[in-house]
C-alpha cells in the first residue's frame, strides 16, 4: 500500500507562485511515475506533471513553462513549482503514483488564484 499526502496549497494573486508538496509512505518500487493532477469545479481531473524514475517529466501544454516537477533529496517526496499562477489554474490539485500496476491518490490540495 501506498499513501500519498499533499501540502503547499493557498489562496495567491495571479502572478504569483506556490510550491506543492506530496509525500509517500510504503512501499513505491523502481518502476514508479509520480505525478500532479489537478480537478477545476465542474470539470474533469486532468494531467499536469509527470515524473519517471529516470527523470522524464511530461507536462500539460497549459503549464509549459509555468510548473516545474520534481523529486526531494528524499525519494519518497515529490514537488510542483507553480510560476506566474492564473486564475485558470484554480483547482484541487491531486498527487499520483503509479507502481507494479497500481494507481495511487492523495486526498488533494486547494490552490485557487485571484486577477
Known amino acids: 500500500q501506498v499513501q500519498l499526502v499533499e501540502s503547499g496549497g493557498g489562496l495567491v494573486q495571479a502572478g504569483g507562485s506556490l510550491r506543492l508538496s506530496c509525500t509517500a509512505s510504503g512501499t513505491i518500487f523502481s518502476d514508479n511515475v509520480m505525478g500532479w493532477y489537478r480537478q477545476a469545479p465542474g470539470k474533469q481531473r486532468e494531467l499536469v506533471a509527470t515524473l519517471t524514475r529516470a527523470g522524464v517529466t511530461n507536462y500539460a501544454d497549459s503549464v509549459k513553462g509555468r510548473f516545474t516537477i520534481s523529486r526531494g533529496d528524499a525519494e519518497n517526496t515529490v514537488y510542483l513549482q507553480n510560476n506566474s499562477l492564473k486564475p485558470a489554474d484554480t483547482a484541487v490539485y491531486y498527487c499520483?503514483?503509479?507502481?507494479?500496476?497500481?494507481?495511487?491518490w492523495g486526498r488533494g490540495t486547494q490552490v485557487t488564484v485571484s486577477s
Open positions: 499520483n503514483a503509479k507502481t507494479m500496476g497500481r494507481n495511487y
